[in-house]
């Protein structure tokens, strides 16, 4: 069964900090990956969509990299901004076993960008 | 393109009531599926549908569970008798097919409150 960790559980940066996000998964057999974003109260954005055969996308201050054989990927927020503050949540679509065709949630990381 | 739409957004209903939320997929999609999202379990796939046909159920957490998709452009999630552990909130996404580089699209979800 596919299992997706994310850490940390919270980060609080200034504004300006370049900052990471961790994601790792244990069935290295996937789809794709996708980074969302959830803002309180609200639904989830797709941000990110990296597929299996990828290494890495890239969209404005965001960067998203994948290495699938050691079951992990990691969000870059360049240049973080108060308006980035939200929950970002990692996700991965399994090829095989008892999870294909799933998505399957990291518990998120809460990001606080404080002025 | 209209996206994902829930309904209702709210609900607030006694236990022992039934709950019935609805969805409408994005058009031309092929699969559904019905999340929930609590604290404590984050967000879990309770069930999905691929042209209308239930795929896989795992995840529907008791009989007091059912969800039916009569069409391409409905499904519904009902719960009967609800109880207030089921007080969470349900999203439903949608997807062209289930492979590398199509993305899930939730919709803004509906927060369920079970007195």
């Known amino acids: 069964k596919q299992e997706v960790t994310q850490i940390p559980a919270a980060l609080s940066v200034p504004e300006g900090e370049n900052l990471v996000l961790n994601c790792s998964f244990t069935?290295?057999?996937?789809?794709?990956l996708q980074w969302f974003r959830q803002d309180p109260g609200k639904g989830l954005t797709s941000l990110l969509l990296?597929?299996?055969?990828?290494r890495e996308q890239t969209s404005g201050r965001l960067n998203a990299s994948l290495d699938k054989s050691s079951g992990r990927s990691t969000l870059y927020i360049a240049a973080s901004q108060p308006g980035d503050s939200a929950t970002y949540l990692c996700?991965?679509?399994?090829?095989?076993?008892?999870?294909?065709?799933?998505?399957?949630f990291g518990q998120g990381t809460i990001l606080t960008v404080h002025p | 393109d209209a996206g994902v739409i829930q309904s209702p957004r709210h609900e607030v209903t006694e236990m022992g009531q039934e709950v019935t939320l609805r969805c409408k997929p994005i058009s031309g999609h092929d699969y559904l599926f019905w999340y929930r999202q609590t604290m404590m379990r984050g967000l879990e796939l309770l069930i999905y549908?691929?042209?209308?046909?239930?795929?896989?159920d795992s995840g529907m957490p008791e009989d007091r569970f059912s969800a039916k998709m009569p069409n391409a452009s409905f499904s519904t999630l009902k719960i009967q008798p609800s109880e207030p552990r089921d007080s969470a909130v349900y999203f439903c996404a949608s997807s062209f097919r289930v492979q590398g580089n199509q993305p899930q699209h939730f919709g803004d979800g509906t927060r369920l409150s079970i007195l």
């Open positions: 990296i597929q299996s055969s990828q």
């Open positions: 549908f691929n042209n209308n046909v239930p795929i896989d």
């Open positions: 069935d290295s057999a996937i789809y794709n």
């Open positions: 996700a991965v679509l399994t090829a095989g076993g008892t999870s294909y065709g799933k998505l399957t």
